[in-house]
């Protein structure tokens, strides 16, 4: 799983620029001021949301959200968490803030449809961004692997190949001429290598 300062800014800055331009939700009928207020608060309650939501999720489950485990199902689960917390938030807020009654399941209902259809774009582009990011670090890693084979293969030493895991320890060391290609595969790295033992 990834996640760092941007998986929390990124969302929380698109939605303030969304209520800010847009003004959905009847914004539109307020002063600047007053949208710039509730723009500030909602976009607080998103990041506060996503952070939150990963802090327990790592807490309660490390192995679930490891790097290495995760899928495209538990990056959508874990979405649809973080929209029912935002939901859960904003909900109680504007039930404080309301001089009815009491909170009622319809407002609960008509929140959650709001902040789902609203809040589903700053939460895909969090996902974009980071997939963008780690794209990126992978790109990086193939090609210093790439690289190293490279100045391997141009010298007359038998030199090995170290590829590291995860956690910076060496998981598996070769020979660069018993290496026919590496693939990336989503978060994993296939790597083919001739076993003189065992064949391929």
Same mark, same amino acid.
């Not at 969302?11 to 800010?20: M, N, V």
């Not at 506060?48 to 490891?66: E, I, K, N």
């Not at 890693?141 to 190293?148: L, S, W």
């Given at each position: 799983m990834i996640f760092n300062a941007g998986s929390i800014l990124v969302?929380?800055? &698109? #939605?303030?620029? =969304?209520?800010? %331009? !847009?003004? /959905?939700?009847?914004?539109?009928?307020?002063?600047?001021s007053r949208v710039l207020i509730i723009s500030g608060i909602i976009s607080l309650v998103v990041m506060?949301?996503?952070? &939150? #939501?990963?802090? =327990?999720?790592? %807490? !309660?489950? /490390?192995?679930?959200?490891?790097e290495d485990n995760w899928t495209l199902g538990k990056e959508l689960v874990l979405i649809a968490t973080v929209l029912i917390v935002?939901?859960?938030?904003?909900?109680?807020?504007?039930?404080? %803030?309301?001089?009815?009654?009491?909170?009622?399941f319809q407002l609960f209902v008509g929140t959650g449809i709001r902040t789902i259809t609203f809040g589903i774009f700053p939460v895909i582009l969090m996902v974009l961004v980071e997939q963008y990011r780690h794209l990126r670090a992978q790109l990086r890693?193939?090609?210093?692997?790439?690289?190293?084979l490279s100045n391997a293969s141009q010298t007359n030493s038998r030199p090995i190949v170290a590829l590291p895991a995860e956690n910076g320890k060496v998981a598996l060391q070769l020979a660069p001429a018993s290496i026919i290609y590496l693939r990336s595969d989503g978060n994993y790295l296939e790597v083919h290598y001739w076993d003189e033992a065992n064949g391929l």
């Open positions: 969302p929380g800055i &698109g #939605t303030f620029a =969304l209520l800010l %331009l !847009l003004r /959905p939700f009847d914004l539109d009928t307020y002063d600047i506060f949301s996503v952070w &939150g #939501t990963m802090q =327990l999720t790592r %807490l !309660l489950l /490390p192995d679930w959200v490891a935002i939901t859960t938030i904003i909900f109680s807020l504007i039930a404080l %803030l309301s001089r009815s009654e009491g909170p009622s890693t193939a090609k210093a692997m790439t690289d190293q």
